[in-house]
């Protein structure tokens, strides 16, 4: 049975699952929750995913929602163990791998994000009168900040995790991308070299484009 995603293709969370799982080559359908539509609140829909909320998969009837988590089990039962993901026997690595998941979490996304739903989405919901600019100084503070950690530790390795890429990585692909559109062009400006360096290579990657 092939593994279903349910999801909205164009929402964070769903792309970041489905780039795994075309990075590991896995088989799947992705079936469309149009959130648009509120097909995601529905009583059918939230006996299967709790909070009302995209993605979730179905592989042979085994459900598992949020993102990280499917992402994890994706990389697991699919041939990313070592790939993605390191291997649980190199006690080492895994630790470097969990520091960085959290590096991405707490000095990336928050800011990340932050910044794209005061100001991108916003826009593009035609609200833009809405966007608090002590809020866009806020998060555009808090991740600069965090890019400059981020730069050195990129000035030492070629990844978030080491020298290998891994599901981190992947991690900050859509919030990454959606800067630029934001117009805050942090990654591939230039001005953080070694960032730049690492941001132009894991979107270049045949997964990510296809997303």
């Known amino acids: ?5 349910y999801g909205y293709a164009s929402i964070t969370c769903t792309k970041t699952v489905l780039c795994v799982l075309e990075e ?25 995913q709790p909070f009302g909320q995209v993605p979730y998969i179905d592989d042979d009837g085994f459900l598992l929602y949020e993102s990280r ?10 041939g990313g163990i070592g790939r993605i993901i390191p291997d649980p026997l190199d006690i080492q690595k895994v630790a470097r791998f969990e520091q960085a998941a959290s590096v991405e979490v707490t000095s990336f996304e928050r800011g990340a994000s932050g910044l794209v739903h005061e100001t991108f989405f916003k826009r593009i919901k035609g609200i833009p009168n809405e966007i608090n600019p002590t809020i866009v ?14 730069e050195a530790i990129l000035s030492r390795q070629k990844y978030i995790a080491g020298d290998e890429f891994s ?45």
């Not at 590991?24 to 959130?35: A, F, M, T």
């Not at 988590?69 to 699919?78: Q, S």
Request: aromatic residues 18%; hydrophobic residues 40%; contains cysteine.
């Open 24 to 48: 590991l080559n896995v088989p799947y359908e992705l079936i469309n929750v149009d959130v648009s539509k509120g097909e995601h609140r529905n009583q059918e829909y939230k006996a299967k």
């Open 167 to 211: 599901l981190v990585d992947i991690f900050h692909l859509f919030y990454g991308a959606l800067l630029k559109e934001a117009g805050f062009d942090y990654l591939g400006s230039g001005y953080y070299p070694s960032i730049t360096r690492w941001w132009n290579e894991i979107s270049s990657r045949p997964s990510w484009k296809k997303v």
């Open 137 to 150: 100084e806020h998060y555009r503070m808090m991740l600069e900040n965090k890019l400059e950690g981020y």
């Open 1 to 5: 049975m092939v593994l279903k995603l």
């Open 69 to 78: 988590a499917i992402c994890y089990y994706i990389a697991r039962k699919f």
